[in-house]
Nanobody, 118 residues
Framework: QVQLVESGGGLVQAGGSLRLSCAAS????????MGWFRQAPGKEREFVGS????????RYADSVKGRFTISRDNAKNTVYLQMNSLKLDDTAVYYC???????????WGQGTQVTVSS
């Protein structure tokens, strides 16, 4: 079992930056791939990016590529989402999630709100 808690959301002007954190507890954090997802009002939850278990390789949605960066600190059991050049369309509740290799995302945080204003 893995427990995830996101933090760092808030209100930011367009063009600004935020860094979200996701603190994990429970099973060995380093063995889980971590993902970030978001859900805007009236829309389905969508994939933002992920970082894998051991190599740290990352994938990003096209909509955030070049603006968002995911990193992880296994010693602190924490994964980060650095968001730069934020746009109004980035407004959403952001969730982190964890999965074992080859499995689906089974563990989810409660989400943190990010609001980008003009």
């Amino acid at each position: 079992q893995v427990q995830l808690v996101e933090s760092g959301g808030g209100l930011v002007q367009a063009g600004g930056s935020l860094r979200l954190s996701c603190a994990a507890s429970g099973r060995t954090f380093s063995c889980y791939a971590m993902g970030w997802f978001r859900q805007a009002p009236g829309k389905e939850r969508e994939f933002v990016g992920s970082i894998n278990c051991y190599t740290g390789s990352q994938r990003y949605a096209d909509s955030v590529k070049g603006r968002f960066t995911i990193s992880r600190d296994n010693a602190k059991n924490t994964v980060y989402l650095q968001m730069n050049s934020l746009k109004l369309d980035d407004t959403a509740v952001y969730y982190c999630a964890a999965r074992k290799v080859g499995q689906s995302y089974d563990y989810w945080g409660q989400g943190t709100q990010v609001t980008v204003s003009s």
